[in-house]
């Protein structure tokens, strides 16, 4: 606790590295999902090939991931946020997809009924009922972004996991103390916060 109260402003900045990482991820890939997952859950195909090829993705071990985008962008927070990216599509794709198909067909014959067109339908509809399913795909890629993120530091991108590898090379216990707790602390929040809103989702679609 003395070092982190002397060095206080230094897990400042490690930690809004580290959050700036998780918030551009999860931004850019949650985009990426709706259009896919929206597309995917109207066509059987469509929704293979995207499980497969973000399946793939999330195999590939972190680290490996990471070495390879070094030729291709270098070292840094967009080889960081590339990889961090990469892996949530598979969590985001499927739960998009999977809470659209969930809708009940009465429920959107009716809106057509009413005169809704496709896109009214979408939005008022089906991406409303099919909330809390897409917040709990959320709610599992933010946890794994920020767990994941630590290791984002071999490649000179910030974050907490370089007060870890720091206190690692040089033998330092309260530095690798401090960033793996403030790292359990951020996915705990984040996940606590999700939760919450997942179930406040789901009691409203309910």
Known sequence: MKWFFNNWDQVLVALYEHLLIVVITLAIASAISLAVGIWAARNERVLRWALAASGILYTVPTLAFLALL??????????????????????????????IRGVDAEVID?????????????????????????VAGLRIATVTVVSVAVVAAYVN??????????????????????GALTACALAVAADSLLARLERRLRRRAA
């Open 70 to 99: 070094i030729p291709l962008v270098g070292l840094g927070r967009s080889n960081a946020i590339i990889c961090m990216v990469a892996f949530s599509l598979m969590i985001l794709i499927r739960n998009v997809a999977i809470g």
């Open 157 to 178: 991108a910030g974050g907490l996991g370089t007060l870890i590898f720091n206190g690692i090379s040089n033998d330092h216990a309260p530095k690798i103390w401090t």
């Open 110 to 134: 009716a809106a057509r009924g009413m005169g809704l067109s496709a896109r009214q339908v979408l939005l008022q509809v089906e991406l409303p009922l099919a909330a809390p399913v897409i």
